[in-house]
Nanobody
Framework: VQLQASGGGLVQAGGSLRLSCAAS????????MGWFRQAPGKEREFVSA????????SHQDSVKGRFSISRDNVKNTVSLQMNSLKPEDTAVYYC???????????????WGQGTLVTVSS
């Protein structure tokens, strides 16, 4: 199984970025997908998750109204649209997949390598 995250970069506060995660080696439409992030010196934290069908979505409170998650079960991708970015959003962002789990705990079976998002003030 491979999860390849991309789309990170440097952006000014208030700007937007769109992260993508391409999955291979699994039946993507059977898996719940999540995004986590880890800032320097901090623990990995939950950002957003979407169920295998796309019918259920959850977000961390700090990103509600700014971030949105979506998936394409034909292209085997999950995306995280990040708007109104803040310096505190700076972190390495990871995508994750699990057939059962869709929660905020990092109990997902598969993880991508991460993509760095840096938000300057």
């Amino acid at each position: 199984v491979q999860l390849q995250a991309s789309g990170g970069g440097l952006v000014q506060a208030g700007g937007s970025l769109r992260l993508s995660c391409a999955a291979s080696g699994l039946t993507f439409s059977n898996y719940n997908m999540g995004w986590f992030r880890q800032a320097p010196g901090k623990e990995r934290e939950f950002v957003s998750a979407i169920s295998w069908s796309g019918s259920r979505i959850s977000h961390q409170d700090s990103v509600k109204g700014r971030f949105s998650i979506s998936r394409d079960n034909v292209k085997n991708t999950v995306s995280l649209q990040m708007n109104s970015l803040k310096p505190e959003d700076t972190a390495v962002y990871y995508c994750a997949a699990d057939r059962i789990h869709m929660g905020s705990l990092p109990e997902y079976a598969y993880w991508g390598q991460g993509t760095l998002v840096t938000v300057s003030s």
